[in-house]
């Protein structure tokens, strides 16, 4: 079974870069770098963010990465539902880790259970607790979603638009407690990582990140408002090498929370679908996003 989603594993130019902008402003510590990798954490985990070094400008996701308590079965179930497993590569902080192609063309890991590491020391603002969700943007998202229902044996939470015909939809891994979304999949031309999010303790702590982040040439891409599908509080901001990165709290947990009610189908002229408070889309959020590798290219230097 898949039990949450743990990170997206990414390639970028400038790796020092990159870290100084998670450490800086998300509040991502280095827990140890493996060859090109470089594992980051929230807390005790050992890794909420992976980052490649790359002699390459460009910035590609690799994989979108699922905790498995039974990796060898996930995977046989994923390639039953059209996935190509590319084998075993190494990941740190697990036992064993495949990677795999889903059918829509990107690359997917299922790892077993994240080891426990001595926590991240403090700092003066505040951690995210966690690894939120991903967005990645696709031509055919009822497609998708179909494939992590059946692939990975994600449960539907909400979609806007249909569920035959959705612009967006939402899944949560089938545990009690988990996120509302740690899968969301936007209907979109190409197949791109649309953005990343963490998950903060509250609302204060994400205002003095966002402090922190604004200056004479950093903005908000979004935000702050409250989604309403999912019930989070979010601010969107974009890092050193252009993913768009959420920093989000108060998601819905699915079972004991009282807003969970099931899955439901929110229209596209409900504003309350992407913010309670009032605000629409920005283009500049709908116009993002991160180019995405093809699986099979990246076994050897997986
Ligand atoms: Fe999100």
Redesign the pocket.
Known sequence: MITRVSSVTYEVPDVEASIGFYERHVGLTVTERIGASVYLRAKSSHHDLVLVASDSAECVLHSLNFESDDVAADVERAVGAGSKDLGVVEHGGVEVAHLLEAPGGFGFRIHSTVEQVQAAPESNLAQPMHFS?F?IGVPDAAGAIAFFVDGLGLRNSDWIGSAENPMIGWLHCPVDGALHHGV?VLQTEDVRLH?I?YEYENAAEIIDRVDDYVDDSHFLVWGMGRHGTGGSI?AYIEDVSGVMV?L?TGMIRIGADPRWDGPKVWAPDDPRGVDEWGSSVPEAWMGKRTAVATPSTLVSKA
């Open positions: 969700h967005n969301a953005h999010s979010f959420e989000g």
